[in-house]
């Protein structure tokens, strides 16, 4: 694993549902934000269903979810509120209605009350036109 500024990058191909990872800090000054236990997701019809559940949290402001179409360049789209301060398991879900054919690459940032943050690790969703129902009208032309 690399981390730089508060980042979280790991280099594993074991995936969240396979690991506990905590995203924080580990110095006994500055507390640990968050316990992520999953980060997994599904494609359903043309919607990528993102999930994720946290065993704990503090001070924990938001999840931003980011999407990339190369695995490099990650934009933000879209925000999911946190729950603060938590020591019960809290399951999230985010709808990516505007899911790309092809390979597309999640990975969330979680952000602080104070407004320090930290990057889970990628997934990954694969999505074709074969997922979807298509209709034709014969005779053509009608």
Same mark, same amino acid.
């Given at each position: *694993?690399?981390?730089? +500024? =508060? ?14 990872? &905590? ?30 559940? &946290?065993?704990?949290?503090? !001070? ?6 980011? *999407? ?6 990650? =934009? +933000? ?9 938590? /020591? ?9 209605? =505007?899911?790309?054919? =092809? ?5 969330? +940032?979680?952000? !602080? ?16 036109? !074969? ?5 034709? /009208? ?5």
């Amino acid at each position: *694993h690399t981390q730089s +500024r =508060g980042a979280f990058q790991s280099v594993s191909t074991l995936s969240f549902s396979e690991n506990i990872v &905590t995203l924080g800090s580990t110095e006994a000054a500055n507390p640990l934000p968050i316990t992520l236990v999953k980060f997994y997701g599904k494609v359903i019809n043309d919607i990528g269903y993102l999930y994720w559940t &946290t065993a704990s949290e503090k !001070d924990n402001d938001r999840f931003e979810i980011f *999407h990339s179409a190369d695995g490099v360049e990650f =934009g +933000r789209i879209g925000v999911v509120d946190g729950s603060g301060n938590s /020591v019960l398991p809290i399951n999230y879900t985010y709808e990516d209605k =505007g899911l790309r054919t =092809g390979v597309n690459y999640y990975k969330l +940032r979680q952000v !602080d009350n104070d407004g320090k943050s930290s990057y889970s690790e990628v997934i990954v969703l694969n999505f074709s036109d !074969d997922n979807i129902l298509s209709l034709e /009208v014969y005779p053509n032309p009608i």
